[in-house]
C-alpha cells in the first residue's frame, strides 16, 4: 500500500500535454487501478498538463502496482493497524445506562449481558414520525437525511402509492425480508432514506463493489450518489458504512441476527465499525431513538463495546482491536 501511495504522489506531480482532468476519490481494485491511478487523489484536485509521461516511466509504473495490488484488494483500503476511538463532542442523554454492565465483561458474557438491558422496556414503532424525529436534519428541522443518498427531504415527502423524484421511504438497514416481528420496526437499524436508494439496495448484503460508472447508485432525483450495486453487493457512502455495521451489530445483539447475514463477511462488517467510528451525527440519533424507543444502541454509545464483542471475529479485527481486548 506504501508503494501504490508513493507512486500516485509521483503521478500527481507529473503534467500531461494538452489536457485537464478532475479527479475523484474512488477504492482501488485490481481492475481499475491501472487506468484510475490519478482518480485517487482528493474530489477536488486537479491536474493541468505540459508534459508527457514517458514509456519507461508508465512501464515502472506498471510492474510495481501489479505486485502489489493484492495488498490493496486484500486490505480493503482499511486501516489495520490497532486503533485508539476519537472522541466526539455530543454525550448521552442517558448517562447511566449501562451501570449493570461489568467492565470485566467480553465476548458472549457481554452480548448477553446487553441484550438484557436493551431488551428492557422497548418500544418500537414503524410510525413515520420516528423517522422524521430520528433523522431530522441538524440545519433544517423541517427535512431529514437519508442514509444513501446523503440529501435532505421534507419530512411531508414521504413516498406514496405513485413514487416521485425526491421522496423518501423508511431503509431497513438489515433487510425486512430476512426478519420478523419487533425488528421490523425498530427505529435502530431503520433509517430515512430516498426511495430509489433504496430500493436499489433491496435485500443485498453490505459489501465491496467495484467504484465502476455502471456500478454507481442514482438517486430519485437523478444525482449520482457515492454508493455502489452489483448483482451481488451493495456498498454505501463512507458516511454510512459506519452506521449500517453498528447498526448490524445491534441486530445481532437485540434479536440474534448474524452478521454474515447483512454483510459479505462477518469481518467486513467490524472492519467497517472500527473505521468509520461513530460521530455526533451518530450520538444524536441514538438520543433520539432512545427518546421515543427507550433503548439504545450499546456500539455507538461505547465503541470498546465493538472489540469486546466482536474483537476476536478474525486476525485482522483482533490486530485492530489491540487497544480495548
Same mark, same amino acid.
Given at each position: 500500500?506504501?508503494? %501504490?501511495? !508513493? *507512486?500516485? /504522489?509521483?503521478? &500527481?506531480?507529473?503534467?500531461?500535454?494538452?489536457? +485537464?482532468? @478532475?479527479?475523484? $476519490?474512488?477504492?482501488?481494485?485490481?481492475?481499475?487501478?491501472? !487506468?484510475?491511478?490519478?482518480?485517487?487523489?482528493?474530489?477536488?484536485?486537479?491536474?493541468?498538463?505540459?508534459?508527457?509521461?514517458?514509456?519507461?516511466? %508508465?512501464? %515502472?509504473? $506498471?510492474?510495481?502496482?501489479?505486485? #502489489?495490488?493484492?495488498?490493496?484488494?486484500? !486490505?480493503?483500503?482499511?486501516?489495520? &493497524?490497532?486503533?485508539?476511538?476519537?472522541?466526539?463532542?455530543?454525550?448521552?442523554?442517558?448517562?447511566?445506562?449501562?451501570? #449493570? %454492565? #461489568?467492565?470485566?465483561?467480553?465476548?458472549?458474557? /457481554?452480548?448477553?449481558? *446487553?441484550?438484557? /438491558?436493551?431488551?428492557?422496556?422497548? =418500544?418500537?414503532?414503524?410510525?413515520? =414520525?420516528?423517522?422524521?424525529?430520528?433523522?431530522? @436534519?441538524?440545519?433544517?428541522? =423541517?427535512?431529514?437525511?437519508?442514509?444513501?443518498?446523503?440529501?435532505?427531504?421534507?419530512?411531508?415527502?414521504?413516498?406514496? =402509492?405513485? +413514487?416521485?423524484?425526491?421522496?423518501?421511504?423508511?431503509?431497513?438497514?438489515?433487510?425486512?425480508?430476512?426478519?420478523?416481528?419487533?425488528?421490523?420496526?425498530?427505529?435502530?437499524?431503520?433509517?430515512?432514506?430516498?426511495?430509489?436508494?433504496?430500493?436499489?439496495?433491496?435485500?443485498?448484503?453490505?459489501? *465491496?463493489?467495484?467504484?465502476?460508472?455502471?456500478?454507481?447508485?442514482?438517486?430519485?432525483?437523478?444525482?449520482?450518489?457515492?454508493?455502489?450495486?452489483?448483482?451481488?453487493?451493495?456498498?454505501?457512502?463512507?458516511?454510512?458504512?459506519?452506521?449500517?455495521?453498528?447498526?448490524?451489530?445491534?441486530?445481532?445483539?437485540?434479536?440474534?441476527?448474524?452478521?454474515?447475514?447483512?454483510?459479505?463477511?462477518?469481518?467486513?462488517?467490524?472492519?467497517?465499525? *472500527?473505521?468509520?467510528?461513530?460521530?455526533?451525527?451518530?450520538?444524536?440519533?441514538?438520543?433520539?431513538?432512545?427518546?421515543?424507543?427507550?433503548?439504545?444502541?450499546?456500539?455507538?454509545?461505547?465503541?470498546?463495546?465493538?472489540?469486546?464483542?466482536?474483537?476476536?471475529?478474525?486476525?485482522?479485527?483482533?490486530?485492530?482491536?489491540?487497544?480495548?481486548?
Amino acid at each position: 500500500m506504501k508503494r %501504490i501511495t !508513493s *507512486l500516485l /504522489l509521483i503521478v &500527481a506531480t507529473i503534467t500531461l500535454s494538452g489536457c +485537464a482532468s @478532475s479527479a475523484t $476519490s474512488i477504492s482501488p481494485t485490481s481492475e481499475d487501478l491501472n !487506468s484510475e491511478i490519478i482518480a485517487l487523489s482528493s474530489a477536488t484536485t486537479s491536474v493541468e498538463s505540459t508534459s508527457i509521461i514517458s514509456t519507461t516511466s %508508465i512501464a %515502472i509504473l $506498471s510492474s510495481e502496482l501489479s505486485t #502489489s495490488v493484492s495488498e490493496v484488494v486484500s !486490505s480493503s483500503s482499511l486501516n489495520e &493497524a490497532a486503533i485508539l476511538f476519537p472522541t466526539i463532542t455530543i454525550v448521552s442523554n442517558a448517562p447511566n445506562y449501562y451501570t #449493570s %454492565i #461489568s467492565d470485566s465483561l467480553t465476548g458472549t458474557s /457481554l452480548k448477553n449481558a *446487553l441484550n438484557s /438491558l436493551i431488551s428492557s422496556g422497548v =418500544s418500537t414503532s414503524y410510525a413515520w =414520525s420516528r423517522f422524521q424525529s430520528a433523522d431530522q @436534519s441538524l440545519n433544517d428541522t =423541517s427535512k431529514v437525511l437519508t442514509i444513501y443518498a446523503r440529501y435532505e427531504y421534507s419530512k411531508t415527502a414521504t413516498v406514496g =402509492s405513485a +413514487a416521485a423524484p425526491n421522496q423518501w421511504n423508511r431503509e431497513h438497514t438489515y433487510p425486512d425480508s430476512k426478519i420478523t416481528g419487533a425488528a421490523e420496526s425498530d427505529n435502530h437499524h431503520i433509517f430515512a432514506d430516498d426511495w430509489k436508494t433504496n430500493s436499489i439496495r433491496g435485500n443485498k448484503p453490505f459489501g *465491496l463493489v467495484q467504484h465502476l460508472d455502471a456500478n454507481r447508485v442514482i438517486d430519485s432525483g437523478g444525482r449520482h450518489t457515492a454508493n455502489y450495486s452489483n448483482n451481488t453487493f451493495f456498498e454505501p457512502n463512507d458516511a454510512a458504512k459506519g452506521e449500517v455495521a453498528r447498526a448490524t451489530m445491534y441486530m445481532n445483539t437485540m434479536y440474534g441476527y448474524p452478521l454474515e447475514g447483512n454483510f459479505q463477511t462477518a469481518e467486513l462488517a467490524v472492519l467497517w465499525a *472500527l473505521n468509520y467510528p461513530v460521530d455526533d451525527w451518530a450520538m444524536i440519533r441514538n438520543n433520539r431513538v432512545y427518546t421515543n424507543q427507550h433503548n439504545r444502541n450499546p456500539y455507538i454509545d461505547n465503541q470498546a463495546f465493538i472489540c469486546k464483542v466482536y474483537g476476536n471475529t478474525t486476525a485482522k479485527t483482533t490486530q485492530m482491536c489491540a487497544n480495548y481486548l
